[in-house]
C-alpha cells in the first residue's frame, strides 16, 4: 500500500535531517517533524531571483514573505491573524525545495504542484492553519506576492517599470516599498518574530489579538 508519494521503502533516502534535529521525509512529510526555527533558517538563505539580484545580500524569500504579510495587510486591513500568517507562511515550503522559479515549475508539471501541496497541508497543519486555504484568501495573497515581485523586479532584478508592469501588473495604490536586503541572520529573525507575533494573535499562544494587525 502507497503512503504519500512513497511507492517502495527500497527507493533512494527522501528525507532530510534538520538542524532542529527532526528528520523530514519529503514523500510523507509529517507535521510533527515541521519546526518554524528551520523554515526561518533555510528561507532566510534561499535567494529570490536564483540570485540574480543587486546588492551585497541576496533578497531572501524570508525577507520576501514577510513583505507579502504586510502588503496583504494593506490591502485587506481586517484581514484575520490566521490569515496574515498563511501569507506569512505562503512559501513556507521552498526552506525544503528551494524558490524555484514560475517557468520551471510549469516545466516540471503536475508532479512537482502534488509534492509542494503536501508539504503546504503538513505545515499549515503544523501551525494550526486549515490545511486549504479559501480561494479568496489565496487570491489575496497572490496579488500581494506579485506586487512585492514588482518592487524586486524594478529595484533588485533590473528589470524596467514597463516590463515589470506588464508581467506582475502595478502595485497597489498607496503602498511603496524601498527593499534593503537584509543579511540572513537578520532576514531569519524578523521571520521567526513575526510568526510569534501573528501566531499569538491568531489563538496559538497567549497575546492580545490586536498585536498582528500592526504593520512597519
Not at 519529503?26 to 517533524?33: E, K, N, Q
Not at 481586517?78 to 505562503?90: I, K, T
Not at 515549475?105 to 497543519?125: N, P, S
Amino acid at each position: 500500500m502507497k503512503k504519500g508519494l512513497r511507492a517502495s521503502r527500497k527507493e533512494p533516502r527522501a528525507w532530510q535531517r534538520m538542524l532542529s534535529g527532526r528528520r523530514l521525509d519529503l514523500l510523507d512529510p509529517s507535521p510533527m517533524d515541521i519546526e518554524i526555527e528551520d523554515i526561518a533558517h533555510g528561507l532566510a538563505r534561499v535567494a529570490r531571483w536564483n540570485g540574480q539580484t543587486v546588492g551585497e545580500h541576496a533578497f531572501s524569500v524570508a525577507q520576501h514573505s514577510v513583505v507579502v504579510e504586510e502588503i496583504c495587510a494593506h490591502l485587506r486591513p481586517e484581514l484575520e491573524p490566521r490569515w496574515r500568517l498563511a501569507a506569512l507562511l505562503h512559501d513556507a515550503s521552498e526552506y525544503v525545495i528551494g524558490d524555484m522559479i514560475s517557468p520551471f515549475k510549469a516545466a516540471l508539471g503536475m508532479d512537482y504542484r502534488k509534492f509542494e501541496e503536501r508539504l503546504e497541508t503538513a505545515i499549515h497543519v503544523r501551525f494550526g492553519i486549515p490545511a486549504k486555504t479559501p480561494a479568496e484568501i489565496k487570491a489575496l495573497i497572490k496579488q500581494a506576492d506579485r506586487a512585492c515581485a514588482f518592487f524586486e523586479a524594478t529595484q533588485l532584478a533590473g528589470f524596467d517599470h514597463a516590463e515589470a508592469l506588464d508581467i506582475f501588473g502595478p502595485p497597489p495604490p498607496g503602498y511603496e516599498l524601498l527593499i534593503d536586503p537584509q543579511a540572513p541572520a537578520q532576514a531569519q529573525s524578523r521571520y521567526i518574530q513575526r510568526y510569534n507575533v501573528l501566531s499569538e494573535a491568531a489563538g496559538f499562544a497567549t497575546t492580545h489579538p490586536d498585536a498582528a494587525f500592526d504593520t512597519e
